[in-house]
T-cell receptor, first 114, second 110 residues
């Protein structure tokens, strides 16, 4: 079974631009979660989607948004990029239903904002 | 608001000895706890989990202990192997999300 895939793997943008990251979950998984990882901060939860509905959202500004499509693929968008948005963005999928399910992570998208 | 804390950023252990990683949490509503391992340039991979109704779960060389009254959990790796060198994240689950600690970098010395 193919794992979680994220595209692109690397991205360089400048301040003020916007970016869209994509995540394809494992086949049959209906829940997709997004995390931001920065040095020393661990993984900060961004949001979680299940069957196209956002069930929970982390403490991030409104510039961070996401969506999920009917095939469970998900995208996250960051508008008006700031230098502090430079991070590794990880997507994780799980069967869904509740937060107890083991989450399978993709390799991440490394975003650099100049 | 860091609800899950790993107070030791790094741990060095000799091959064959025990590695003990610690994690504290503040939210008593968490009811499921997990440990993930991460190598550079890869996403985290699931290691072991424990439900809040248990106090111990074992899987091969990995054992997780949960002390609900102290809001503390630990991961024991016995014996430690060179391939265990990685960053370990503790996570707590509730309300359709996982809250992660900042991670502990484990280095296993030959």
């Amino acid at each position: 079974k193919a794992g979680v895939t994220q595209t692109p793997r690397y991205l360089i943008k400048t301040r003020g631009q916007q970016v869209t990251l994509s995540c394809s979950p494992i086949s049959g998984h209906r829940s997709v979660s997004w995390y931001q990882q920065t040095p020393g901060q661990g993984l900060q939860f961004l949001f979680e989607y299940f069957s196209e509905t956002q069930r929970n959202k982390g403490n991030f500004p409104g510039r961070f948004s996401g969506r999920q499509f009917s095939n469970s693929r998900s995208e996250m968008n960051v508008s008006t990029l700031e230098l502090g948005d430079s991070a590794l963005y990880l997507c994780a999928s799980s069967v869904g239903g509740n937060s107890y399910n083991e989450q399978f992570f993709g390799p991440g998208t490394r975003l650099t904002v100049l | 608001d860091q609800q899950v804390k790993q107070n030791s950023p790094s741990l060095s252990v000799q091959e064959g000895r025990i590695s003990i990683l610690n994690c504290d949490y503040t939210n008593s509503m968490f009811d499921y706890f997990l440990w993930y391992k991460k190598y550079p340039a890869e996403g985290p991979t699931f290691l072991i989990s424990i439900s809040s109704i248990k106090d111990k779960n074992e899987d091969g060389r990995f054992t997780v202990f949960l002390n609900k009254s102290a809001k503390h959990l630990s991961l024991h790796i016995v014996p430690s192997q060179p391939g265990d060198s990685a960053v370990y994240f503790c996570a707590a689950g509730g309300d359709y999300k996982l809250s992660f600690g900042a991670g502990t970098t484990v280095t296993v010395r030959a």
